[in-house]
């Protein structure tokens, strides 16, 4: 394990960088050249002019008012104290719920912390186990961890009451946090005005007709199997087009260069196969009837006439829509192959992170570089800072290969790609940053003998392996969490294709592509409950390994726990996500 030293080199370069970024980003906000860069959503909304039109050349570049220098940290105090409804209003649902995801993190995580450095840490360091081993190697940090508490100890039943606590803990917060954003997605629904995807179901894989369009398919095919409650004065593909109704035709003069542009653009359409898609948007006249059309099977083959509720117009990934379902299982097939070696061989630059936090492997094998490696400053920049923020780079481009494989994979929303890249997400970094971590080492040494374990051992390997990648970890969470997000906070991409395409220019900046209504939460809620899960198997592991056999049998109920708390609040919470409440329908 890394020293105190190494752990300290590493939080003081990541809190620098982290003040480094938030104190650029306080400067770059306030002049002028960088406004579009900091505040695209209100030049969109039209509440906001740009300060370059005013003012001499240099004006234009540079903020001469020297006192909002003076005033440059306000943004923090203002971010801090904005209200919850107005975040809603002002960006959405979605972003107030992930707002909520790093609240969720604090919450859970400081009382465990200070909890584990009131009781834990004082059991570890008193126990004396290192001190006591003859020709072992060890540093200060290793006398806090576990590590330092001999076989058979009777200390161990500390950490498997803390072990109860910090569960029972997880779940207090968890259900409660589930139950605030599940009504606040009722709340969100309720008092939305109706919008026509409340009412309208996607319709894919519509089976071809030699003798009608896609467009009369459908319409006859809902026309007869919902009656009661299609709304069969859309007529047309797709509802945009066709004969109108009562309310239209009020307004039909007004409209009529409109209708004259429409009819062109429909024959274009309609005489062009290459528009024609087997997929229609179709809307209902009430919530209850789209309903039911949307989580019913509608023939005796599973394969046609697939249904869904219908995503917002902004949230629709139209090049997905007509694709069949053979083709669509094909996909996902590769999808998960390539994933499967994706995750695989990123094993490669793991261990090369991972020989860099282990300098002693490193020296082993190429003694030259022993003087360089073993200066002090050197060596503590290289074991505390380097292999967090190497790992950073390396995963740098991961969010854009994982949406490309979702986008293949064929799903019809943008909401629903983001939720899949996150899963995708997810387990590569379980698998890789996690598991890979703590399994490899220089030249695979570690990953070797893992292979080689019975598959009844890997939990024991591992929870054995984990007090040893300790400082590692810490590391990599001081430059994911406080640099990464001070470096996001900067915008730094943006900020320099900004200038470097056109300093002059409106660009197109980053707006909400669509509302979900906090959809994602429980899949939030799942990966939480699955880190608790493990955490407790790899505890199960180490205890294994120490001679402690009734401390091993008394955590075996925490897993079950878990796992029966998972599907209390599943059933309890996650219909509201899954299914459109009719409860929950807009009032107005």
Known sequence: MGSLTDIGVSAGLNILSAVGFLLAFAVLRIQPINDRVYFPKWYLKGTRSSPRQLGNVFLKFVNAD?????????????????????LIEHAGLDSAVYVRIYLLGLKIFVPIALLAFAVLVPVNWTSGTLENEKGLSYDQIDKLSISNLGKGSKRFWAHIAMSYVFTFWTFFVLYHEYKVVTTMRLRFLANQNRRPDQYTVLVRNVPPDPDESVSEHVEHFFAVNHRDHYLSHQTGLWGLWGQRVDAIEYYQKEIEDLC???????????????????????????????????QTQQTSNPTVWLTEWAPEPRDVFWANLAIPFVELSVRRLIVAVAFFFLTFFFMIPIAIVQSLANLDDIVKVLPFLKPIIERNSLKSVI???????????FLILLPTILMAMSKIEGHTSLSGL????????YIF???????????????????????????????EVVGESIPMKAAFFMTYIMVDGWSGIAAEVLRLKALVIFHIKNAFLIINVYTQHYESGAQFWPDVHMRLIIALIVSQILLLGLLSTQEAEKSTVALLPLPVLSIWFHYVCKGRFEPAFVKFPLQARPKN
Not at 264 to 284: G, L
């Open 429 to 459: 970094l379980f698998v890789n940053v996690f598991l890979g971590s703590v399994i490899t080492g220089t030249a695979f040494q570690q990953l070797d003998n893992f292979i080689h374990q019975s598959a009844n051992k890997i939990p």
């Open 260 to 294: 004259k542009q429409e009819d062109e653009e429909r024959q274009k359409v309609v005489n062009d196969p290459n528009y024609i898609m087997p997929a229609a948007f179709v809307s209902f006249k009430t919530q209850w009837g789209a309903a039911v059309c949307a």
């Open 383 to 393: 074991q505390g800072f380097l292999p967090g923020i190497i790992l950073k780079i």
């Open 418 to 425: 983001d939720r899949k890249t996150a899963t995708k997400y």
């Open 66 to 86: 020297f006192s909002t220098y003076i005033r440059f940290l306000n943004w923090m105090p203002a971010a801090l104290k904005m209200p919850e409804p107005e």
